[in-house]
């Protein structure tokens, strides 16, 4: 495998070359207030929000995934860009996006049936994703080249997955009742084909943010949600596979064959350790029409787990691809966060924004339990 610690320059080699960084950051703001991060937007003088746009500013990536940035109604994208990322933050160079998209996600959006089989109807986890607003851990995509939302999946329901997981009691009863097994979408937020126009070809932005597999019980309902939503970009990236899906234009089919993409958000799945089931990122790490050689990595994620010690010490990965920073205790640094390309594209370099100590930009890293992913592709 290869793997780099260290940010290289975006300048390809060949003038004919034209060399692209594309990143995924979960920026975990944790807001549990519908508009408030609209409100904490306009100000232009949040802490945090000021943190999120210096790590941006210094990774410096052309095309960006952001997770955990709510959706509304409200043009919020164009405010991150004007008052945050076109700003000079913490002694960095303002960076300019000319195109940003977000859409509507499942996340909040009340499904009027009991997903959580505790006899009461509205609960967070009752919406169609866990959530307690409309929006909330939401999708944004930055980009410096032209994009349109192509595709969105929001609605397709994980019944007409073929060979979908079941969600099953201790006793063999299945534990969704059949009102909810018909109509529950596979969707924890939305799966989005983002297609992105650089120097006149298409790229395929396909990005998600599947539910962890935790906060349930032993029927494991969250690790095999995860393991099919994730799944659904296996499927859809094949054209052998992706005959069943439907979007929500009712569009069939997945994309055509010989298709440059790039994969891209926080999977909710290690390869490794952690609670996902049958090796969920597997469907993608192991897949004949990904390139998964370059593995991001930093010097910060080895050494936090040697500080952290705790759930660290029993995990079984390489701690220097961890992505994300969590419980020592019971949980432990997990690699969860993807930015995955097709065989078809050339990779150059990709790593973790994940700065030790002694490294430039580590009193940036505590805004996020997550850390920004990045690669460079050639076009």
Not at 94 to 116: F, M, R
Request: charge should be negative.
């Amino acid at each position: 495998m290869i793997y780099f610690s260290a940010i290289p320059s975006t300048q390809a080699e060949d003038e004919n070359t034209l060399q692209i960084r594309i990143a995924t950051f979960n920026i975990a703001m944790g807001l549990n207030t519908e508009g408030d991060l609209y409100t904490r937007l306009q100000s232009g003088e949040d802490k945090a929000l000021q943190k999120v746009a210096a790590v941006i500013q210094m990774v410096r990536p052309d095309v960006l995934l952001i997770n955990e940035f709510d959706w509304s109604a409200l043009d919020s994208t164009r405010l991150f860009v004007d008052h945050y990322l076109n700003k000079p933050q913490f002694g960095n160079k303002a960076i300019q996006y000319s195109y940003a998209l977000t859409d509507e996600v499942n996340t909040g959006l009340d499904s009027g049936l009991d997903l959580n089989n505790n006899g009461k109807l509205a609960d967070a986890a009752d919406a169609w994703g866990f959530g307690q607003f409309h929006g909330q851990y939401g999708m944004a995509v930055f980009s410096q080249f032209p994009l349109n939302l192509s595709r969105s999946f929001q609605f397709f329901k994980w019944k007409d997955m073929p060979g979908a997981l079941q969600v099953m009691n201790a006793d063999g009863s299945f534990f969704y009742p059949d009102e909810v097994r018909e109509q529950l979408r596979l969707s924890s937020k939305s799966h989005w084909d983002v297609e992105l126009t650089i120097a006149g070809q298409s790229l395929h932005f396909l990005v998600s943010h599947p539910t962890p597999p935790v906060f349930d019980g032993p029927e494991d309902r969250n690790g095999l949600r995860n393991h099919d939503e994730i799944r659904l970009w296996a499927d859809y990236i094949d054209p052998n596979r992706a005959g069943y899906l439907y979007d929500d234009s009712g569009i069939k089919g997945g994309l055509a064959g010989g298709e440059n993409f790039v994969i891209a958000g926080d999977l909710n799945a290690d390869p490794v350790d952690g609670e996902s089931s049958r090796k969920a990122i597997g469907q993608l790490l192991d897949h004949p029409l990904i390139n998964s050689l370059c593995v991001p990595a930093s010097a910060g994620a080895v050494q936090a787990g040697e500080a952290q010690a705790g759930k660290n010490l029993e995990h079984q990965g390489n701690p220097a691809f961890d992505t994300g920073d969590f419980n020592d205790e019971y949980v432990g640094n997990m690699r969860i966060d993807y930015v995955l390309p097709s065989a078809s594209l050339k990779v150059t370099a990709c790593g973790v924004f994940w700065p030790a100590p002694d490294e430039p930009g580590h009193d940036l890293i505590d805004v996020s339990d997550h850390h920004l992913v990045w690669l460079d592709i050639e076009i």
